[in-house]
């Protein structure tokens, strides 16, 4: 956080597993990368809503989201990354 405090640049990067081709030793991958910046969420009902959605991804037990939400919801922490430029490559070594 001291970090971001002093710079709020960030990037993001995403590569595929990649495939090699019968016979040949290069790995082929695909790759895209994101750049933006970062800032915390100050709003209490947005956190709520971050929170409450990506527990509903794992479990859609409501008792045990709202128990989450009420005991650890307050110590959470949540950042969102804003894109200002995305790039990709297809890597085709040979």
């Known amino acids: 956080m001291d970090c971001l405090k002093q ?3 960030a990037s993001f990067c995403v590569m595929d597993k990649g495939f090699k081709k019968d016979g040949e030793w290069a790995v082929h991958y695909q790759s895209v990368i994101v ?3 970062i800032k915390m969420v100050n709003d209490p009902d947005k956190v709520k809503e ?3 959605q990506l527990c509903l991804k794992f479990t859609n037990d409501q008792n045990y989201i709202d128990h989450e939400l009420k005991y650890s ?3 959470v922490l949540c950042l969102e990354f804003i894109p200002e430029h995305i ?3 297809i890597v085709e070594e040979s």
């Open 73 to 75: 919801g307050p110590s």
């Open 50 to 52: 971050i929170c409450t």
């Open 35 to 37: 750049f933006g910046k």
């Open 7 to 9: 710079c709020d640049k």
């Open 87 to 89: 790039s990709g490559k």
